[in-house]
């Protein structure tokens, strides 16, 4: 069984850019959950995809947007990146929606940094 | 809105001496709470859950609602335990699984 894994390790982009990072899930998991970790806090939730619908947003922009594939892969997209953008961005995916039985499975991250 | 408060960012203990990593929430629902833990260079990972009322690697923790609080314990504290801990929250009465984290606390335990 593989697990969660993302895509690129780190970046560093400039502050106006756009960004695409992502996801591939767990095999057999069609939930996807993405996590933004400042330096020092927790992750905080940005949003969550169910069989290729968005279900749940946390507290952030529009400019945070999201994908979910039919293989349940998903990607997650920043636009017009601004300098506290920069975090370390986690995905984490699990078997089905809403069963606090079912873990949620975490992948390494992917580091941001905006300058 | 739910919140999760870990008061200490950094707690440090002896080997075999008595770990408790606080946790406390606020939420006006019923919650379902996790711990979740990251060793150094592992990514984050399910450590243990309330409804599970189990015990993982000697930690156990009680959701005590009164109090609002589910602090993590162990009797006897190992080197192997150092690691970032988080405590998180989930609501229950909706279809989603969002995780609320704290801010987490890292423990390191001496040999």
């Known amino acids: 069984e593989t697990g969660v894994t993302q895509s690129p390790t780190h970046l560093i982009k400039t502050r106006g850019q756009q960004v695409t990072l992502r996801c591939s899930s767990q095999?057999?998991?069609?939930?996807v959950s993405w996590y933004q970790q400042a330096l020092g806090q927790g992750p905080q939730f940005i949003f969550q995809?169910?069989?290729?619908?968005?279900?749940g947003r946390g507290n952030f922009p529009p400019r945070f947007s999201g994908l979910q594939f039919p293989n349940y892969s998903s990607e997650l997209n920043v636009n017009a990146l601004e300098l506290d953008d920069s975090a370390l961005y986690l995905c984490?995916?699990?078997?089905?929606?809403?069963?606090?039985?079912?873990?949620?499975?975490f992948g390494p991250g992917t580091r941001l940094t905006v300058t | 809105a739910q919140r999760v408060t870990q008061p200490e960012k950094l707690l440090s203990v002896f080997k075999g001496a008595p770990v408790e990593l606080k946790c406390n929430y606020s939420?006006?629902?019923?919650?379902?709470l996790f711990w979740y833990v990251q060793y150094s260079r592992q990514r984050l990972q399910l450590l243990l859950r309330h409804i599970s009322r189990e015990s993982i690697k000697g930690f156990t923790a009680d959701l005590n609602k009164g109090e609002t609080s589910f602090h993590l314990k162990k009797p006897f504290a190992q080197e192997e335990d150092s690691a970032m801990y988080y405590c998180a929250l989930s609501r229950s009465e909706t279809s989603g699984s969002r995780l609320t984290f704290g801010e987490g606390t890292q423990l390191t335990v001496n040999p």
């Open positions: 984490a995916s699990s078997l089905d929606l809403g069963q606090p039985l079912y873990e949620q499975y």
């Open positions: 939420y006006s629902g019923s919650p379902e």
């Open positions: 095999s057999g998991h069609n939930t």
């Open positions: 995809y169910y069989r290729e619908e968005e279900n």
